[in-house]
């Protein structure tokens, strides 16, 4: 399909095979989008670079980016705009919080640890649309990945979801910034899927099993079924949806 030609989309947080943003970068690929991919740190530029280049993509744009830091943020958006130019869309799949914190009590958070979930889960989004407004000069679409564990108390997630429910406000408040320069922002809020950062939340082959006997579609969902889902929320056939939560979980959160 070519739902994305000639659009320019940065995809924040591949890790590696199975991380969400490399199920939304394939998404996007097919439909024709030109991808940049920011990577954490020269750890992973290689696991990128293998990846990027099994795409259809007339060459493998990637850039560091640690969102810790505003001079890397600044630094990837300024390479960002000497390579293309205009970016017409983003997708933010970052979130980090100590193992230890995702699990017993969420009444045991350290000072520490709530800083740095917060920081890098929500307070990143904040920082990386204020550097990527000056490029959306056409237009845009921001995506990010919040959990239901924002919404509701779910066993483990705790200061995770503590910084999901400030990454859905957040949606809404840079949504009614941005939209006077028709940038809209949303949220998709996935249904869990075996990566590297939900191994670090215990108990989740149980919440797993849970989904597939009482979701109403029986089954959980994979990377594609959110990459799609993005695919839509970049093109013009959401041009009149933004700041918004969007459910791709199987039908989950209306039963569970
Ligand atoms: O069940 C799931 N897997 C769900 C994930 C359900 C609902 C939402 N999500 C969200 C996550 O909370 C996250 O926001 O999806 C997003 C992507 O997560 P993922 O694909 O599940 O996990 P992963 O492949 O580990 O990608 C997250 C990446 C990091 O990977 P590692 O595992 O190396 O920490 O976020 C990136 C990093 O690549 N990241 C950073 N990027 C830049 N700067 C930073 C940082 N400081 N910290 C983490």
């Known amino acids: 399909n070519t739902l994305l030609q000639g659009k320019n989309i940065v995809v924040m947080g591949v890790a590696n095979h199975r991380s969400i943003a490399w199920g939304i970068a394939q998404s996007l690929s097919k439909a024709g989008a030109n991808l940049i991919f920011t990577y954490q740190g020269d750890r992973l530029r290689e696991n990128v670079l293998e990846l990027a280049k099994t795409l259809d993509q007339p060459e493998q744009i990637l850039i560091n980016c640690d969102v810790t830091q505003d001079d890397d943020i600044a630094a990837a958006f300024a390479q960002i705009k000497e390579k293309v130019g205009v970016i017409h869309g983003l997708a933010h799949c970052i979130a980090f919080a100590k193992t230890e ?17 917060q920081d890098i889960s929500a307070y990143s989004l904040v920082a990386v649309a204020r550097e990527a407004r000056p490029l959306m000069t056409e237009g845009a679409s921001i995506v990010t990945l919040t959990y239901l564990g924002g919404e509701r108390a779910i066993p483990n997630y705790n200061v995770m979801g503590v910084a999901k429910a400030a990454l859905d406000a957040s949606v809404r408040y840079l ?8 940038i809209r922002v949303n949220a998709i809020s996935a249904g869990p899927i075996r990566t590297l950062a939900a191994k ?21 969902i994979d990377q594609s079924d959110v990459g799609d889902t993005a695919l839509f929320l970049f093109s013009h056939l959401s041009r009149g949806i933004t700041g918004e939560i969007i459910h791709v979980d199987a039908g989950y959160s209306i039963v569970g």
């Open 200 to 220: 670090a939340i215990s108990g989740f082959n149980t919440i797993l099993k849970d989904i597939e006997e009482k979701a109403p579609l029986r089954r959980t």
């Open 101 to 117: 914190e995702l699990a017993g009590e969420y009444v045991n958070t350290s000072r520490d640890g709530y800083h740095l979930a």
């Open 175 to 182: 949504a009614n910034d941005l939209g006077k320069e028709n």
